[in-house]
Structures are given as C-alpha cells and as structure tokens.
C-alpha cells in the first residue's frame, strides 16, 4: 500500500506547495479501518469524498478489494483518480456513483473524507443510513483543527453510536455505527422574497439555499451587463442563481451554468426547476468549461472560489479566469465579483483583458473584462 500511496499525483487539479496528492488524514483512515476492511468482500465498501484516490486505491492495494463503490463530488477529484488507477495498474477496481442510495446499498464499510460543510456531512449521513448494511460502519476523517463537536451531532441524527479515535498527526476520525430511520432531506430550497427567486441546495453547494453577499454584487450589476450578449455562461455556477437571473433577464437568450461540483450541478437544476426555468439554463456537469467551444459566449459570469480544500490559494480561480478567456468571442465580457483582498485584478488583465471596477463594498469588489 505505501508503494501505491507514494505513486498517486494530485494532477489535473492546481498545484501549490502546500498541496499533496496523500496527506495524513488518508493514512489515519486506511489505517483505522483496516480490520473492518480485511472482513469486506466485493461490493462491501463505499468511499466519499476521496481528494485522489488515496482511499480507494489504497484499500484496494492493502485488503484486494473489488468493486469499491465512490462519490466524489469534485469532477477533478474523479479524473485524478481514474490517472491513479490507470498509473498504479488498479483500473477496474471501483465504479463512480451518485451520491445515492446506490452508494451505500448493502455496504458494511464506508470511508468519508470529511467535508467542512455540515450539511455535506448530513446528506452522506443520511444517504449511508437510508441503505447500507444495518451493521455498517462509518469512518469520518479529517484534519482536527476543522473537526467540531457539531459533526458528532450531525452523525449522531442518522446513527446511534459516534465516537472518536485518538489523534495523529493532526487529524482524527469519527466512527458512526447503528444507522437509524430517516428520511433524506436534500435539496432543500428556500424562497428569497426580497430577489423574487427560490434557491435549492444539496448539502456540499457552497452557501446552501442562501444567496452569499459575493453573489449578491454580482446581481446588482446585472443590468449594465452586455445587454447585446446573445449566450451568457455562468462559470462555477454554485446553486444557480446567476443562471436563473440571467435566464429571467433576458428571455430567449440561451444561458449554460456549469461547475464541477456534482452537488453544485444537482442544485442548479433544481433551482432552475423551482423557479419555472425548466429547457431555459442548461445545466452541465464540467471543471472550467472544458466542453464549452472557443470562442462562443458573449458574456461569462463568476463568483471564482478562494480555497483548494483548507488552503487559499488564486490558482483555482486563474483557471476559471483563463477558461472565461478561451470561450468568450472578442468583446465579450467577463464579470467576476471576488474578496477585495484577493489580488485577481491583474491575472484578469493578463488572462482576459483590459478590466475595470465597477463596484467596491467593504468585503468584495465586482469588475468587469473584456475579452481582446
């Protein structure tokens, strides 16, 4: 197992030197579950969250695992993994799925990378308690600085046993048995009167079924946006609301909302459903408009993310900068709202195009691009 943790790279997600492809979170789980992974046969474990295959690929290595069952919410997370596989020669030996019922039907051990979310947190608890085995058990890992005592309660909804094991090296992991009977309770949508727009979340979309106060700058400059623009992107999409803005904004006018995020993509189309927008956005499932031609959009919007895991980095948000360059038509716009500490203004010179301020608050500043 060491030689195969040792062999898996973070590509293609951002590098920094503060990133790993295996950190010790990873090592603490393989290592407390090896006795229960020792005792599963195929088909018998589920793994959440994996960052790049140190889970799967290193319970595969150590117990002969086979048809491990995987969700990762991050599209980049999948693809790095799948280059894992095919570099230690272990292809074949898991399936992606949805985070479903499917996930977790009949397992006996599932291993979860612990979001920071809570309501992340919830929506696997309940998804793993809703089917696995009644004698399965749930190992949780994090890094402790991140881990509160409102995630033991959080498990503790969907089970009837959670503890702790020891720490080390700055992480820990929780074990939830017992699940109990729930009823799922994502996506969960919440009606914004003062916005006229109902917003649904599953629970690793950032700001859940709020509308965080970046995205709001946006929607205020929504009005002196491209009023040309003939296709409009909404680049990172989070639960749609852009998407939805624009589609309402401009009646007739193709919009596409993406993001890598598989909870983002599931939330966007149900905002776009909540609120009457059905065949208006297409929602696609994509990691920085890799399938969005050259050169086809009039107007991109962003609100870029700031962290890569824990670490604040800006290579997250180069990318999405470079991708809105690649596929806007010359004269096209790039609207982006972002922290006002962050230094994005001159990567969006360089990357897009001649950029200006157009709103300044004490938290975010709101600028606009325009594609050379």
């Known amino acids: 197992m060491t030689d195969v943790l040792e062999l898996l790279r973070r590509d293609p997600d951002v590098e920094a030197p503060d990133l790993v492809p295996v950190d010790a979170t990873d090592r603490l789980l393989l290592d407390e579950a090896a006795p229960l992974l020792a005792a599963c046969g195929p088909g018998e474990v589920a793994v959440v969250d994996d960052s790049y295959g140190a889970l799967t690929l290193g319970a595969v290595a150590r117990h002969g695992l086979a048809d ?3 969700h990762q919410d991050l599209l980049v997370g999948e693809r790095a993994l799948a280059a894992n596989a095919a570099r230690t020669g272990l292809q074949g030996c898991y399936r992606q799925l949805p985070l479903t019922p499917e996930l977790a039907r009949g397992a006996r051990v599932v291993l979860v990378k612990a979001p920071r979310a809570l309501d992340a947190l919830r929506e696997i608890a309940e998804v793993v308690a809703t089917a696995a085995d009644p004698g399965v058990t749930v190992l949780v890992g994090g890094r402790v600085k991140h881990m509160t005592h409102a995630m033991n309660d959080v498990l503790r909804d969907s089970f009837t046993d959670v503890s702790a094991t020891l720490a080390r090296q700055k992480s820990r992991v929780l074990v939830a048995r017992g699940p109990r009977p729930v009823t799922p ?8 009167a003062d916005l006229g727009l109902i917003v649904c979340a599953h629970g690793a979309a950032f700001a859940g079924s709020k509308v965080d106060a970046g995205t709001r700058a946006l929607l205020a400059e929504l009005d002196r946006m491209r009023p040309d623009a003939g296709t409009a992107l909404d680049l990172g999409c989070g639960t749609g609301v852009l998407a939805v803005a624009l589609a309402r904004a ?3 006018r193709p919009v596409l909302a993406t993001d890598q995020s598989a909870a983002a993509v599931s939330s966007t189309a149900a905002t776009v459903s909540a609120n009457g927008l059905d065949g208006r956005v297409e929602v696609r499932r994509d990691d920085a408009a890799a399938t969005v031609p050259d050169r086809s959009v009039d107007l991109v919007v962003c609100n870029p993310p700031f962290h890569v895991g824990a670490a604040v980095v800006t290579a997250a948000a180069d ?10 038509r010359p004269g096209g716009e790039l609207w982006c709202v972002y922290n006002s500490v962050l230094p994005h203004r001159p990567a969006l010179g360089r990357l897009v195009g001649p950029t200006r301020t157009v709103g300044r608050g004490a938290r975010f500043v709101v600028t606009v691009s325009v594609r050379r």
């Open 68 to 70: 491990v069952r995987v």
């Open 185 to 192: 309770s994502f996506p969960r949508c919440r009606e914004h």
């Open 250 to 252: 401009r009646p007739g």
């Open 319 to 328: 990318r999405l900068f470079a991708a809105a360059a690649r596929v806007l």
